[in-house]
């Protein structure tokens, strides 16, 4: 398995679950901002298990996490942008989740047992937010808020997967683009001008302590 | 308390002292997180595996099996080892008496979607919230004996 493809991975799970952590006290609802903090929680955590397997046991995860220059990061710009609306919010969880589940699915098949097995352990919790995803594309599916806020994101979507993956993508959400032309998204590596400001509240208390801090 | 001549069935002993950090009633072993523990010529290797991946307890757990066992390696494995089938049946119970509702095996829960209370049994329960104070844990609610409740997802 080639480190990139874990990395862009785990950049994926890093910013999208920091981004969702930002609804945590402020979500329409009770329920979702319990849901809304658990989902962040839960990929920060499989950001940081990923990171772990590059770095190797004794390896710095927290070092991969915060201490690249912004330029090497591969997230996909879709877990970059700052979405404050919840159709635009909600159209994100269920255009990740499913692209997500496309890709562990092959990771999965990972002829190395450590990726293997790690991404079968990441799907087994993946699955509670599908449904969780599933439950809110059903009630608004025929919202046109919603709808449109689907067809905004999809291009950034075709974004987060290699481009063998996302004809099964275009599937599975019902999604269209031109036959001729897969390379439709925002890919990685073209960062949003949302990244800059999400990464340097995110690593602020790391950098005002270069030399480590004791908690 | 030193770590050579521990004998392995001693260290299963020791473990099972150690509480889950979030729901003391259990220890880890009920929970089936020690993945095995190896003695040799006096030295004692344990693997453990999280149980979700996002747990702020893990490195407490990791921490509280070096503080138990000591001079004892730890090793985290980060497989597909753990499911909550794993959770051993003592710890069912002690989780039920607790209020919990235990996780179902996977296949009964892929089979049907029954939760049944912990407090009165009845399976007339509806889903509140798929997420909970925790990762591992659902909200449902009783409706034959108008309790809440927290439910163990199955993973």
Partial sequence: ????????????????????????????????????????????????ALYQLVVGEDGDADALAFDRPLEE?????????????????????WLYETADEIRLAALKDSDDPAVAGLAAKIDREETYHRMHA???????????????????????????LPEEQRGELAVRTGQVFPSDNLSLG??????????????EEMTEVRRSAPAGAQW | MVAVGLQEAQVWE?????????????????????RSVDVQDGHVHIEFTP??????????????????????????IQDDSWSTDKITAAGREKLREAGFAPPAPRLVQLQSQV?????????????????GPTPCRSLRYCDSCRQPFEQFKTI
């Avoid at chain 1, 608004?140 to 808020?145: G, H, I, Q, V």
């Avoid at chain 1, 925002?186 to 990464?199: K, Q, S, V, Y």
């Avoid at chain 2, 066992?69 to 985290?76: H, L, Q, S």
Wanted: charged share 25%.
């Fill in chain 1, 1 to 48: 398995m080639n480190e990139p493809a874990l990395l862009s991975i785990a950049d994926d799970e890093l910013f999208l679950g920091w981004r969702e952590s930002e609804w945590t006290g402020i979500a329409p609802m009770l329920e979702e901002d319990v849901a809304f903090s658990s989902i962040a929680q839960n990929e920060i955590g499989h950001a940081r």
């Fill in chain 1, 73 to 93: 990061y591969r997230c996909a710009p879709l877990v970059e942008l700052h979405l404050l609306d919840w159709a635009h919010t909600i159209a994100r969880r």
């Fill in chain 1, 134 to 160: 599933e439950m809110w594309h059903d009630r608004l599916k025929d919202e046109p808020r919603f709808q449109e806020a689907v067809a905004d994101l999809w291009p950034y979507a075709l974004g987060m």
């Fill in chain 1, 186 to 199: 925002h890919e990685r590596g073209a960062h949003t001008d949302d990244l800059a400001p999400m990464w």
């Fill in chain 2, 14 to 34: 020791l473990l099972e002292e150690i509480p889950d950090p979030e729901i003391p009633v259990v220890s880890l072993v009920d929970l089936g997180v020690i």
């Fill in chain 2, 51 to 76: 149980t979700f991946l996002g747990c702020p307890a893990l490195e407490f757990m990791k921490r509280a099996i070096e503080e138990k066992v000591p001079g004892c390696d730890v090793t985290v």
């Fill in chain 2, 115 to 131: 939760h049944k209370c912990p407090y009165c049994g009845s399976t007339d329960t509806h889903l509140e919230n798929l997420f």
